[in-house]
């Protein structure tokens, strides 16, 4: 049931070739067939490291033609008919956009049981087998004017954030916040990010010292660390390139008055990056029995210590993205305390504008705001 006139027709920016720029294309208006579905007005649309991946047709590849991005915002424009409202959403909510899970089945194990380190009630998993995918990256995303979305994916914008601001947090935002809440430390406790100046690690930076974490960032280029270090968390930021993993946790170790090595270094660490020596460096930094997340997912796998598993008793996990509870909380804690993604927009027509600049490493988030026009 529609309160505004819909076009029968809309633009879209469509994948028809791994490897080559999005083209614009005069589409039909997605219809709602599912009884969970909405129609929403996209208003914001986050460029992720995934729909590079996906552009490339390396990982995940859907069927083309395909419509991009998994972090988005918008407002309700329809819902399905003879409802006026669904899961508290009616016509005219602004609702952020998370790309995981459409239309999770409900019954399998893990969505009677869902886990995770914030779980969703039963009805609702990350990591249902049965779902259709994420929308934008199984299924058509945001880089449109108008998306179909589950409303079991969407949440309400605070009144005090704009949908430019919610949509990176919809991926990367809510990927860092979940995997910080796995670590379940205490205020005090240490925490690195390996690939701190990225999307993921500038939100984890800000994150972290929020929760009164003492934050550890790592990377290696001269513009990621600058955009790390000009945030003004004060995180402790590492050049990887210039020092030693060791020496970072001689230097902690000095300021924890720990007496031996083995007690030296960070309670956990976060791996953002795809590289083994990344990978390597995030573990070292860890005294014993620390614990590393694994965020990044490259497809050729990390190699694992058997010595540091055994001998220095490090825990090893993955994460991925979150729940429904966690977004929730995610977007309270960042009304809170003012945790925001440092971005640049682009209008909606200048998407391919976007994703070179993303290619040629501008920092932050690049987020598309259909407000704009030039
Ligand atoms: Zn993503
Ligand atoms: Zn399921």
Redesign the pocket.
């Known amino acids: 049931m529609a309160s505004e006139q819909l076009p029968s027709t809309m633009k879209a920016f469509v994948l028809e070739q791994f490897g080559q720029p999005y083209q614009l294309r005069e589409v039909p208006l997605p219809e709602i067939e599912h009884q969970d579905d909405i129609l929403i007005r996209v208003e914001a649309g986050s460029y992720c490291h995934t729909d590079a991946v996906v552009a490339a047709g390396t990982m995940h590849p859907p069927s083309l033609p395909h419509i991009g991005c998994h972090e988005y915002a918008g407002t309700v424009v329809a819902l399905p008919q003879g409802k006026s409202s669904i899961y508290g959403l009616i016509v005219g909510t602004q609702v952020a956009v998370s790309g995981r899970g459409y239309h999770?089945?409900?019954?399998?194990q893990?969505?009677r049981n869902p886990s995770g380190p914030v779980p969703d009630e039963p009805g609702f998993?990350v990591y249902?087998?049965?779902?259709h995918g994420g929308l934008g990256v199984h299924g058509p995303g945001g880089f449109r004017e108008y998306a179909v979305v589950d409303s079991k994916q969407v949440l309400p914008i605070p009144g005090s954030m704009t949908a430019v601001e919610v949509a990176p947090l919809m991926c990367a935002g809510l990927t860092i916040f979940a995997a910080l809440k796995k670590c379940n430390l205490k205020p005090g406790q240490r925490v690195g990010f390996i690939g701190c100046g990225g999307g993921l690690g500038h939100l984890g930076l800000q994150f972290a010292t929020k929760m009164g974490l003492k934050a550890v960032g790592v990377d290696s280029s001269p513009g990621a660390l600058q955009f790390a270090r000009d945030l003004g968390t004060g995180a402790y930021i590492v050049n990887a390139a210039e020092t030693k993993a060791e020496d970072v946790r001689q230097q902690l170790g000095q300021e924890d008055k720990a007496e031996h090595i083995s007690e030296m270094g960070l309670d956990a660490v976060l791996i953002l990056t795809d590289s083994q020596q990344s990978f390597t460096y995030g573990v070292d930094l860890l005294r014993n029995g620390g614990l590393a997340i694994v965020v990044s997912f490259p497809p050729e796998g990390f190699q694992v210590s058997a010595a540091d598993l055994v001998f220095r008793r490090i825990r090893l996990e993955g994460t991925l993205i979150g729940s429904n509870k966690a977004m929730k909380e995610m977007l309270e804690f960042c009304v809170e305390h003012g945790v925001k993604a440092r971005v640049k927009t682009y209008s909606f027509l200048r998407l391919n504008q976007l994703v070179e600049a993303y290619h040629s490493g501008v920092s932050g988030k690049l987020v598309v705001d259909f407000q704009k026009n030039d």
């Not at 999770?104 to 399998?108: A, L």
């Not at 249902?128 to 779902?131: E, Q």
């Open positions: 999770v089945c409900e019954k399998c893990e969505c998993s249902c087998p049965w779902t």
